[in-house]
């Protein structure tokens, strides 16, 4: 991987990190009823559907924007429905969320936690942008 690339992987994960860990203290020191259970379980939420996100970032490293279809690669198509269905089933299953330690999550909540991690694929397309012009004009 080219150095740019390296930092893009690096600046996406530290991005993703401190977002989660805000989100904890978010809810954990909110009026949310279950405390650091229900804080967990929306961090829990967010850092599995930010990641999702975040591949349609890093398959075209080369591009500011998503410009691959999605349905060209089936297999990543098939993981990101996979990947999907198992974080419903950890929700929806009593049998999941007593073992995974996660509380059902409102709606209200589901809605944040799915438009911080748009959020955050917007920030890391911008923070691409940046990295590879920088990168270019280096090249040149």
């Known amino acids: 991987l080219e150095q740019s690339h390296k930092r893009l992987i690096v600046s996406t994960s530290l991005l993703f990190a401190v977002v989660g860990l805000l989100l904890f203290v978010l809810y954990w020191k909110s009026a949310s009823p279950g405390g650091v259970p229900y804080a967990r379980s929306a961090v829990f939420a967010f850092i599995s559907i930010g990641p999702l996100l975040n591949i349609l970032n890093l398959r075209s490293l080369g591009a500011t924007r ?5 349905f060209e690669n089936f297999y990543l198509l098939a993981a990101l429905a996979v990947s999907l269905g198992l974080l419903v089933l950890a929700f929806s299953s009593s049998f999941f969320r007593t073992i995974l330690h996660l509380m059902p999550l409102s709606l209200l909540t ?14 890391i397309q911008f923070m691409k942008g940046k990295i590879l012009r920088v990168a270019n004009e280096g090249k040149s």
Request: charged content about 5%; overall charge positive; glycine content about 0%.
């Open 110 to 123: 589901w809605t944040q936690v799915i438009l911080l991690a748009l959020v955050c694929f917007m920030v």
């Open 66 to 70: 998503v410009t691959k279809s999605l």
